[in-house]
């Protein structure tokens, strides 16, 4: 674990924090208007190291953030908080230096975004350990793609959209076939879009819809701790990723992976159990109701840019046909 301390005095700008893979859909933003989440766990800080965005690359949640003040002055333009459009407004509270950037403003991810420059990371103990695949996976451990009144969460969103491009590349240009259930119903249309215009641009050259139809089908499955495999094995198997290690569940050799964020894997493979959420008072006379409710049937559930920034890291990375 580390603590961020002010590079120029030494003051402690941050409570100690555990690095965790850092979100590639980070720096994006979600609809307009939108009221967005804190993106990071509390007591956790990720680093973004891709070449093309070197600014604002130490990300925390804002609350973990101590011994800082907030700048406050007006931002024109924006209107709904603070969209850190002037530069840094978190100073250290030791010296008066500028250390961090607060955002708050609507449509964009709640963080503090440290000013690399302007900090030191200091050793502050050992590494939480990792939590075991069964704890994290336990059906009641499962995130909602979607809230009470049926709106979809932006995460949702961003990590289906990481998740399309992991089993875009691990397919290699080949069509994908998948089995009825939830996991079709995620991303059996997103999967189709992916090879047509405008999206098929993405694609390396040769891998569009019509030379897709070409090649041998390959087959995706879930896959991960509490699951039965299916036989004959899946080409491709869809696994939970841990939170702290960013490691994807450990699929049988031979089987590509296309990871997926833990909560949301653990909602897809236990979509039938669903918690009833506690409510006071009663129904109007009258009116009936079965609880739980039905599943909310998922939207396209895919934010394009997301899948964009995923393919070309994996490309950079070498995985695929790239």
């Known amino acids: 674990m580390e603590v961020f301390e002010c590079g120029r005095c030494g ?13 590639v859909y980070a720096g994006f933003s979600y609809g307009n208007g939108h009221p967005m989440p804190v993106l990071m766990e509390s007591g956790t800080y990720a680093v973004d190291e891709h070449p093309a965005r070197p600014a604002r690359s130490i990300v925390i949640a804002p609350g973990d953030a101590y011994g800082t003040v907030l700048v406050q002055r007006s931002e024109p333009g ?9 530069g840094p407004n978190v100073t250290c ?10 955002l708050d403003a609507c449509s964009l991810w709640q963080a503090t975004w440290l000013e690399p420059d302007a ?24 995130t909602e793609p979607s ?60 891998h ?16 991960g701790p509490g699951l039965l495999l299916p036989d004959p094995l899946p080409d491709i198997a869809v696994v ?11 699929a049988p050799v031979g089987v590509a992976v296309a990871p997926l964020a833990v909560g949301f894997w653990t909602h897809l493979a236990h979509h039938g159990r669903r918690l009833v959420t506690p409510v006071t008072g009663r129904l109007p006379a009258g009116v009936e109701r079965d609880d739980p409710l039905t599943p909310h049937p998922y939207g396209s559930g895919i934010e394009w840019g997301a899948y964009r920034a995923t393919l070309e890291r994996l490309w950079e990375a070498g995985v695929g046909p790239w």
């Open 93 to 102: 509270a030791g010296c008066g230096g500028k250390v961090a950037t607060r």
């Open 78 to 86: 924006a209107c709904c908080g603070i969209d850190g459009r002037n």
């Open 240 to 250: 939970p990723r841990h939170p702290q290690t960013g490691e994807p569940w450990p």
């Open 208 to 223: 569009s819809a019509g030379r897709a139809a070409e090649r041998p089908v390959k087959r995706a499955a879930l896959a």
């Open 119 to 142: 900090v030191r990371p200091v050793p502050a103990g050992p590494a939480r350990p990792a939590t075991d695949w069964a704890a994290l996976t336990r059906w009641w451990c499962a």
């Open 11 to 23: 003051h402690a700008l941050t409570a100690p924090l555990s690095r965790v893979p850092y979100p």
């Open 147 to 206: 809230d009470p009144t049926g709106r979809w969460d932006p995460r949702w969103e961003m990590e289906s959209a990481v998740t399309l491009a992991h089993l875009v590349a691990a397919a290699d240009g080949s069509p994908v076939t998948l089995p009825d259930g939830p996991l079709a119903d995620v991303f059996r249309g997103p999967l189709a879009a992916a090879f047509r215009a405008p999206y098929s641009r993405l694609l390396p050259p040769g």
